[in-house]
């Protein structure tokens, strides 16, 4: 089995560096060692819709969730741990936040946990349709620059995708503290036929959802003074 580090394919859109500074030795140890054991192959990544989920792992699951851009993987880590009978997939392209989530990991089971480590977009566009009951998108990079929107991963073309492996019900679970960022999403998911906000008052963003685990860059800007945006959207039947 072998795995993306790059790519040249057309749906993958990475900006900025890959590493930020050099792996600790237990990092790095960890890197080697489990990545090519958890990550995607190769030759599922051939973006046409087809890759089946249970296909990768070696047990089924009671649900599949994925994660995209997980950073250092906290959120992720603790999630698999708390819940054995679910598969989850995480997708994070840069070295150091897969290097620390698999060091985390490495003693801990770990049979339902898949990675990728480039632009989930990739991934997104492998998998079949209706095949992930929650997908979670938490603190994205906010792009603050008009210039940049384009690159803000909530948009329509992407949530077309988002909806398409989504089962019916399924949830789109995103969260930010850029107060900009978190108007741009749910004008984007609001728009979206086949999306349903499920927030019925302004408690319910400013909530977190049952299974919130607060990640050092939440916790960080919440010492700072910046509030968390929680934003749910369900999968419904296109009006």
């Not at 992720?76 to 150091?96: D, H, M, R, V, W």
């Not at 997908?135 to 992407?158: A, V």
């Not at 990640?215 to 039947?237: D, H, M, P, V, W």
Request: proline content about 5%.
């Amino acid at each position: 089995m072998t795995c993306k580090k790059s790519s040249d394919n057309p749906v993958r859109r990475v900006f900025g560096r890959r590493q930020s500074r050099p792996l600790r030795k237990s990092q790095a140890e960890a890197f080697n060692t489990l990545l090519p054991v958890l990550c995607v192959p190769d030759d599922a990544l051939s973006i046409d819709g087809r890759l089946t989920v249970t296909s990768l792992f070696k047990s089924l699951f009671t649900e599949y969730q994925l994660e995209i851009g997980f950073g250092s993987g906290e959120h992720l880590s603790t999630l698999l741990q708390k819940y054995p009978k679910i598969g989850f997939i995480g997708a994070e392209p840069f070295i150091n936040g897969m290097a620390t989530f698999l060091r985390d990991i490495k003693d801990k089971p770990h049979d339902n946990i898949r990675v990728h480590m480039d632009d989930a977009l990739t991934l997104v566009h492998a998998l079949c349709n209706t095949c992930i009951d929650k997908i979670y998108i938490l603190n994205p990079d906010p792009w603050p620059k008009k210039r940049h929107h384009k690159r803000r991963i909530i948009n329509q073309e992407n949530l077309n995708q988002f909806v398409r492996i989504l089962k019916h019900g399924g949830e789109l679970i995103i969260a930010t503290d850029v107060d900009d960022l978190a108007e741009w999403m749910v004008t984007q998911c609001s728009i979206h036929p086949e999306l349903e906000w499920i927030a019925m008052s302004a408690n319910d963003w400013k909530t977190p959802p049952k299974e919130w685990i607060e990640t050092r860059y939440a916790f960080k800007g919440r010492s700072e003074g910046r509030n968390q945006t929680f934003l749910i959207f369900k999968k419904t039947l296109a009006n």
